[in-house]
Every structure is written in structure tokens, then in C-alpha cells.
């Protein structure tokens, strides 16, 4: 195999993997979880900074297996139940009983959350004491990225920054395009891809609880309502939005279900998966088509999103949806033109769509970039798309960075003024 290809597969094998519940939130648990690892001993307080992104992105969702929200009872529950081995899934052992110490530990006063100032979108500084213990442990760059351990003041841990790489930077020095993630995702040995199965295996049974059990707004379970009355179809384009937004509702209403996640989303994991999962069983795609879609879509969101912060005021449903609609051409049999087709017409419908912190309601903001997703899919196998209007360019790459260009420069003073309004 290529070495850029090998390249393609380290890359989504670093940031497509499974997490349980939102990852900003469970990014303190981890660290929590870590830090008392190094404590050996129940702590008696828990002092956590965070970033402004970070702690957006916390205030609003459930941490699951507690049944509560907030960067509070994360990292309580993190320090008393977590598994400082399990990454992203450090909960997912976690008992009533150990929910209910975290909380006593909350309400003893003893978990201290605030926001710091750092110039990191992802960063998290978690200290535990014990008597006269003290351990301290901070991530940086990635939601389970280590750059730091302290016990008793003396630094026990450094992060390598030569190995390190932060979610961000995770495309940097990479030969990587559109066209070659397409290529790669077509020609690349089955073998060597077939675990991104994965993400239908886990993102389909988080859709099939949000189906069977009330979790958040139940987007998904409305929209069944409302085909059961006869208001709207089944068809394609409202099973996928029903499906895709009923994983979401069970994820942010704290289902006890890990999320293949994408560059740190378990909502943009999602995004990525079911709707391209849905369109393989539409045209009876074989397991090794829908793998290879499932490549291109997860791999293409990577793609576009390195060209912005990994945390910012832009919701990056947007642009996964885009890539899951690259897939969706590739699926229904159309070209590579017209899967760049697909791409121009997703972001040019839901560019504008902001990220105010993670919550129920995004399980509206999937369901509306997922219906972007299958609408322009078929516009796009009618050779139909958005081009030279806007922030879209006549060529995809160029969009792409006109999009990471708007995110970086243009949307810095929005996401400020958004943390205000949420902190008010």
C-alpha cells in the first residue's frame, strides 16, 4: 500500500473512534479519571479550568450514565468511576451509586468549575487534592491529549510535542485533496477499511434507542409521529433525517450508548454514518461499497474541518454533511464530479448554521444538514450545483478553504460574543 494511503488510514484511526457522550464534557471526566489514576486515593475537592469553547460546549448536555448536566458532574464522576484506560468511553462502568458520591461531592462545594484564557479551542486542567495530595493533569489540543501530569507540584508527565498531534493540526504535512480521498477511498484494499463498519454497527444502535426511548426533544420520534398520521412520507430523504436525528437525540439525552465520533463530534460521527448507511440500503450496496462510502464521507469531513479550529462559533455539521453527500453520489452510481457537486451544494445551503454549545437541540442542527445532505446529493446526480456564488467557488478546494477562511478570520468575534450571551 501507498504511503499516503497509510497515512489516510492513521488519520481516522485517531480521530474516528468511539465516545461516550459529548466529547467536551467527558474530556474533564478523562482527565479526571487520569489525575486521580495518579492521586491513588478519593479526593477530597476538584478545581477544573476550562477553554471558552470547551465549557460552551458542556453547559448544556447530559453526561451519560449520571442522568445530569455540566462539566461539574463530569468530572466529579470521573474522579470517583472512571476508567482512566477507556478514553473517550471513561464512563461507561459507572454506577447510581457512584453517581450519587460524585453529587455529594458537588454539593459539598467541593468541584470547582471555571473558564480560563488560553489561546487552545480544547483544553482542560483538572486538579484533584487529598489531605496534603495533590495531582494535576491537563489536556491540550485534543480531547484525550495528555500535555501534562503533576504530582505534589513535580511534573511526572510532558507531552512529547514531536509525537503529540493535535486534533487541528491532524491533516498538517499530509498529501490530501478531495480528489484523493476519493481515489484512495475506491481503490484502497477492502481489507485494510473494513473496520469503519464500525460506525454503522455503533451510530445505528444509537439511532435505534432514540427511536424506542424519549431522550431530549425526540426530533426522531416526532418525525415518526408525523408519518404514522400520514402528514409526511417515508421516503428517503425523511427516513435519513429521522434516523440520523434520533442517534442524536439518545447521544445528547445521555444514552448509555458509545457514538463513533468524527475529529472529536460524536453528532458529526453521526452525520457522517447513518445517513450514507441509509443510502447503501436504498441501492443494495454490498458491505465493501458501503465501507469505502463510509471512508469517504468520515475522511472527507476530516479533511474539510482541519481547515479550521476544531472548536468554534461554526457548526461543523455542516461540512460533515457535505462529505456524507460526496459518499451519496458515490453510492447512487454518479461521478467524481458530481460527488464535488454535492459537496458546493451542502455548504452553500447550511453554511450559516452556528454552534451555540452542545445540547438537545442539535439533534435539530444534524437533521437539518442531513436533509441538506440528500437534497443536494440529488441535485447532484442531475449535474446540478452551486458555483461561483457566495463563499462558493467554482472549484471545491477553493470553497473549502473559503470556509476555513470565514471559520478563522471571520466568525472569531461570533463565537465571543456567543460564550457571552450563554454565560450571561
Known sequence: MIPQWQQYIQIINQVVKPALGCTEPIAAAYASAVAR???????????????????????????????????????AAGAIAGNADAGLEVLAAITPEQVDQAQRLIDAGQVKVERTETAEFIYCCVTLKAGEQEAQVKICGGHTLIAEKRLNGEPVYTSDSTQAVATGSICDGVEISIESIYKFAQEVPFEEIKFILKASELNSKLSDEGMANPY????????KSGIAAGIIGEDLLNKIVMLTAAASDARMGGANLPAMSNLGSGNQGIAATIPVV???????????????????????????????????????????????????????????????????????????????????????????????????????????????????????????????????????????????????
Open 278 to 424: 441509509l443510502t447503501a440500503q436504498c441501492y443494495n450496496a454490498s458491505e465493501e461499497k458501503l465501507a469505502r462510502a463510509l471512508i469517504m464521507s468520515h475522511l472527507g469531513a476530516i479533511y474539510i474541518k482541519s481547515h479550521y479550529p476544531p472548536l468554534s462559533a461554526f457548526c461543523g455539521n455542516t461540512v460533515t454533511s457535505a462529505a456524507a453527500s460526496m459518499a451519496m453520489v458515490y453510492l447512487a452510481g454518479g461521478s467524481f464530479e458530481q460527488s464535488c457537486f454535492a459537496i458546493q451544494n451542502v455548504i452553500s445551503d447550511s453554511s450559516g448554521m452556528v454552534c451555540d454549545g452542545a445540547k438537545a437541540s442539535c439533534a435539530m442542527k444534524v437533521s437539518t444538514s442531513s436533509s441538506a445532505a440528500v437534497r443536494s446529493f440529488l441535485m447532484a446526480l442531475s449535474s446540478h450545483n452551486v458555483s461561483g456564488q457566495g463563499i462558493i467557488a467554482t472549484d471545491v478546494e477553493k470553497t473549502i478553504k473559503n470556509i476555513g477562511k470565514m471559520v478563522l478570520n471571520g466568525m472569531s468575534s461570533t463565537d465571543v460574543t456567543i460564550i457571552d450571551i450563554m454565560s450571561a
Open 216 to 223: 431530549g426533544l425526540e426530533v426522531g420520534r416526532t418525525m
Open 37 to 75: 489514576a495518579l492521586l491513588n486515593a478519593e479526593p477530597d475537592s476538584i478545581a477544573v479550568q476550562v477553554s471558552d469553547n470547551l465549557y460552551k460546549n458542556s453547559m448544556g448536555v447530559y453526561v451519560p450514565g449520571t442522568g445530569k448536566i455540566g462539566l461539574a458532574i463530569a468530572a
